[in-house]
């Protein structure tokens, strides 16, 4: 009988504690004149299951067209679309010297630890303008002359696969895939002197499997973070329960050994940040380039 009044009595303290926390985020929280719907203003449940499905940028997209240029996503979020906010986000000093630099959000930055690998967008001001300026080599006129034949070569390959996969233009093709293999071929030529064949074999190579495996961790992790479960996320981030992310290091490591291993410097992206110790980790340029031809290629008004 005592067992049963203490769980009654713990049932009944965690549903004040949940009536409390919706109502102090919908009615006292510091943000609660932005607007908002009110599934997104009292929790930020709505937020994350987005953000696991995949379609949260969407989600995101369709509340500003509804609440305008600002909208609180979550309790403590705001999504800002106004050319204006860039400046007093992420320029220095935006735009008071009085203000200083905003600070990063750490949950966002660091959901595997402080001792995880540096990525371009974690790294501090400035170490990120240092490299930007170690970068800077990679894009000048002599690299960019290096590198438009190697482009070159993909995008014909791609051109001639197409053509035949489609029986010239009859069948139809997914053009994400082939996108896909695309952008990997030329990252991988760029980044470590060898592509991964997806052009030719028309199937992913297992680094580019682990990385959408690795991507898939990461966003589950970060919903962790995002709850306050830090210390879940920096044992599991060093377990061997993530094995897109082992998988993918592993890889990784491996195309870079080869890379070192070639005594010829190449004028290409990657070359600085081999040089670099310890290398930076950069992910998320594959996945910008797929989705900018993919999004680009619905446009042109003489294919559809």
């Not at 990679?138 to 590198?147: C, I, N, V």
């Not at 197409?162 to 233009?169: N, Y």
Request: net charge positive.
């Amino acid at each position: 009988m005592l067992s049963v009044s203490i769980l009654a009595g713990a049932v009944a303290a965690a549903t004040v504690l949940c009536i409390g926390y919706v109502v102090y985020n919908i009615f006292l929280h510091p943000l609660r004149n932005f607007p908002g719907p009110l599934v997104c203003r009292a929790s930020p449940l709505y937020r994350h299951y987005k953000f696991l499905r995949g379609d949260l940028l969407f989600e995101t997209q369709r509340l500003h067209e509804q609440y305008g240029p600002v909208v609180r996503i979550r309790p403590n979020e705001l999504s800002f679309i106004d050319p204006e906010a860039w400046r007093d986000i992420y320029i220095a000093h935006g735009c008071s010297a009085r203000l200083g630099d905003m600070a990063r959000y750490d949950r966002f930055y660091q959901w595997a630890g402080p001792s995880a690998p540096e990525t371009f967008v974690s790294l501090d001001r400035p170490y990120h303008d240092s490299m930007k300026r170690q970068l800077a080599p990679a894009f000048s006129e002599r690299s960019l002359q290096f590198q438009e034949p190697i482009i070159q070569g993909y995008t014909d390959t791609l051109i001639r696969k197409l053509t035949e996969v489609s029986k010239g233009g009859q069948n139809p093709v997914n053009l994400r895939e082939w996108f896909n293999y695309y952008t990997f071929d030329i990252i991988g030529n760029l980044g470590f002197g060898s592509d991964f064949g997806g052009l030719e074999s028309e199937q992913y190579h297992p680094w580019v499997k682990a990385v959408s495996q690795n991507v898939r961790e990461f966003a589950f992790m970060q919903v962790l973070m995002y709850l306050g479960l830090q210390r879940i996320v920096h044992v599991l981030s060093g377990s061997s329960l993530l094995r897109g992310k082992l998988l993918h290091e592993h890889l990784t490591r491996e195309k870079v050994e080869a890379r070192i291993k070639v005594e010829k410097p190449r004028l290409d992206i990657f070359q600085p940040l081999l040089d670099r110790k310890p290398p930076l980790v950069c992910l998320s340029l594959f996945n910008v380039v797929f989705r900018i031809l993919s999004k680009l290629l619905l446009h042109l008004p003489d294919l559809f």
